[in-house]
């Protein structure tokens, strides 16, 4: 079953009386199963928040449909079942951390509001600051905040909109621990980034937005073996004959400053015999890591 | 989902955001700055009534009840319109909305609980009033608590205004919009006079519509009635109430379904 569903959905803007109207979405279709972790990635401006905005009911599209758990994403009581974080956290200033909670918890039949409270604080690592007000906050406090804010919903997805900006790396490893644990009781998270490197180490799958259009949509191990070079070798020195038996396999051999070799077998090549080779000859590898164009190279190049 | 549960969960909602509005209403300063000032004209009529030709006391309730009025305006402009363009524009708003709450529940809860807060003010104001005149040796008539009840109906329809305004355009124009729904609300005698006077008919159908859409303030303005110790027509106090919270439920449903429409 589709948790969050797009149906050729546009959205057009005016930005004022005079201008002309500019296209934000066009034409966006696709769908989320539950259960797994999906990235939202494009450039600034590819519009990612507009549709991020849409789902949650905060901007109308022009047209199209959007769905959740097949209700009109426009009702509430499709909402019901997800929590969404923003990108920057908008907390009333006035409120401490945990009145903000308790304002959030209040809303919703939360049976022991205290507890569930307490707990989310935990988990975001805030529950020394309970009684800080959000004007007194970091901005990585404050997006904890925003993190506990979403947790205290028991919702089947969970919608953030670039959710690690603003993180220290202590933050950013919280949050990816957040979101592994949130994956593994079942819940299906979306999220915007423009990180690429979170895409490749939280989600299984990658929605691409360019220009408002969709210009991908797959699975990131996919995506990775796409843009697969090769697999580079690092040695120790290598004496000149091996070389030449190395480049005579079609291999390419650096060596570099550090009295070590770089070899590099392009896909398709046999790892497997230059390890042999390597072996016989008594080389210590030193490492094997596979070589392959960048994600930015492979989502956003034309 | 089964219907009870949403509107149980709605109600929360509702419960949630007007005491939340009430806390932020209660925390802003111009509220106290309109207070104190109201204060003091209720303070300083003691003074104008010693050196008016007229009856002092009547003096007295005249700029004690324009004060509070004035008062009402004031901080549904100050507090009311800028309310929700501070929302719309800080995006606090987002952390609501973006949950199982429509923006009806958001703008009802708004309403409650800035009428809450404004009317505890006016509570608080009042009872100075009335010390005051007693302190004056003129116990409040019964005619002076309606003359404050329905000032207090008054108050509660402006804020109704405020809002809606603020649904339509921005803080600035909203207030001089509000300022100007005062302003013909009270005025609105004088077109029917006019309707009464000119007799080309799409004239006065025009004046007629403006006259039925914009409300009539003066209903709950009964300082004349005060003063002057005129009895009122029997049941005004109630039929004026009634009057006032239909308009401003007729201005809150207006404000739902454009706010509902608006791209936050």
């Given at each position: 079953?589709?948790?969050i569903?797009?149906?050729?959905v546009t959205?057009?803007y005016?930005r004022?009386f005079w201008?002309?109207q500019i ?35 905060l ?19 499709a909402r019901?079942?997800?929590a969404f974080v923003?990108e920057?956290p908008y ?11 308790e ?9 022991d509001r ?5 707990q ?5 690592e ?14 990585g ?7 506990a ?6 919702a ?10 603003g993180l ?12 592994q644990?949130l994956?593994n ?7 915007s980034?423009?990180?690429l490197?979170d895409?490749e ?11 408002g ?6 699975a ?7 843009g697969?070079l090769?697999?580079?070798i690092?040695?120790?020195s ?6 030449s ?17 770089d ?10 015999a230059c390890?042999k ?8 590898i ?5 070589r ?8 956003y190049?034309k | ?7 149980k969960?709605?109600?929360n909602?509702?419960?949630q955001?007007?005491?939340n ?11 106290y700055?309109i207070?104190?000032?109201?204060l003091?004209?209720i303070?300083?009529?003691v003074?104008f ?9 009547q003096v ?36 609501l909305?973006?949950r199982?709450?429509s ?15 404004l ?7 009042a009872?100075?009033f ?9 116990p ?12 207090g ?10 809002l ?13 919009f509000?300022?100007g729904?005062?302003i013909?609300g009270?005025?609105?005698?004088l077109?029917?006079?006019?309707m009464?006077?000119k ?12 006259y039925?859409?914009?409300?009539n303030?003066?209903h709950?303005?009964i300082?004349?009635?005060v003063i002057?110790g ?20 007729f201005?809150?449903?207006m404000?739902s ?6 791209d936050?």
């Amino acid at each position: 079953m589709n948790i969050i569903e797009f149906q050729h959905v546009t959205k057009f803007y005016r930005r004022n009386f005079w201008n002309s109207q500019i296209a934000a979405v066009q034409d966006l279709s696709f769908a989320i199963t539950g259960g797994t972790i999906v990235g939202f990635v494009g450039p600034n401006g590819a519009g990612k928040t507009t549709s991020l905005k849409m789902l949650m009911g905060l901007v109308r599209s022009t047209s199209g449909a959007i769905k959740i758990n097949g209700r009109n994403a426009l009702e509430p009581q499709a909402r019901n079942g997800i929590a969404f974080v923003t990108e920057q956290p908008y907390f009333y200033s006035y409120l401490s951390v945990y009145e903000s909670l308790e304002l959030i918890a209040g809303m919703q039949k939360t049976i022991d509001r205290k507890k569930a409270i307490a707990q989310t604080l935990e988990i975001v690592e805030l529950e020394n600051a309970t009684k800080k007000k959000v004007k007194d906050l970091s901005k990585g406090m404050q997006q904890r905040l925003n993190m506990a804010a979403a947790l205290l919903v028991d919702a089947e997805c969970y919608v953030f909109d670039e959710p690690m900006s603003g993180l220290d790396p202590l933050g950013r490893r919280l949050f990816r621990d957040i979101f592994q644990n949130l994956k593994n009781i079942g819940k299906t998270i979306f999220f915007s980034t423009h990180i690429l490197d979170d895409i490749e180490s939280v989600c299984e799958r990658v929605i691409v937005l360019s220009s408002g259009k969709l210009s991908y949509e797959g699975a990131v191990a996919e995506l990775l073996s796409r843009g697969f070079l090769g697999t580079d070798i690092v040695t120790t020195s290598l004496p000149p004959n091996l070389i030449s038996q190395l480049i005579a396999f079609n291999y390419e051999v650096k060596s570099t400053q550090d009295q070590h070799a770089d070899i590099f077998i392009k896909s398709g090549g046999d790892v497997k015999a230059c390890q042999k080779l390597l072996f016989e000859n008594g080389i210590t590898i030193e490492s094997i890591l596979p070589r392959r164009k960048s994600l930015e190279t492979m989502l956003y190049s034309k | 989902m089964n219907r009870p549960y949403y509107e149980k969960k709605n109600m929360n909602a509702l419960f949630q955001i007007s005491l939340n509005t009430f806390r932020e209403t209660i925390r802003n300063k111009i509220l106290y700055a309109i207070f104190f000032f109201a204060l003091l004209i209720i303070l300083l009529s003691v003074f104008f009534g010693q050196w008016s030709v007229f009856a002092r006391i009547q003096v007295m309730q005249d700029f004690g009840l324009a004060a509070m009025s004035l008062a009402g305006l004031m901080l549904s402009i100050f507090i009311g319109v800028g309310m929700l363009g501070r929302e719309i524009a800080d995006k606090t708003l987002y952390n609501l909305l973006s949950r199982p709450i429509s923006r009806s529940v958001f703008i009802w809860g708004k309403f409650f609980g800035l009428l809450a807060a404004l009317i505890l003010n006016f509570i608080l104001m009042a009872l100075f009033f009335i010390v005051v005149l007693s302190i004056m040796e003129a116990p409040p008539a019964p005619i002076l608590l309606k003359a404050l009840a329905l000032t207090g109906v008054e108050m509660a329809v402006m804020i109704a205004a405020a809002l809606f305004f603020s649904t339509l355009t921005t803080p600035m124009l909203a207030s001089f919009f509000t300022l100007g729904f005062f302003i013909a609300g009270h005025s609105n005698d004088l077109l029917e006079s006019i309707m009464v006077a000119k007799s080309n008919p799409a004239y006065t159908a025009l004046l007629k519509g403006i006259y039925f859409i914009l409300p009539n303030l003066e209903h709950f303005n009964i300082r004349s009635q005060v003063i002057y110790g005129v009895p009122l027509p029997a049941h005004w106090t109630s039929i004026a109430a009634c009057y006032g919270i239909l308009y401003a439920a007729f201005l809150l449903i207006m404000s739902s379904l454009i706010f509902s429409r608006r791209d936050l």
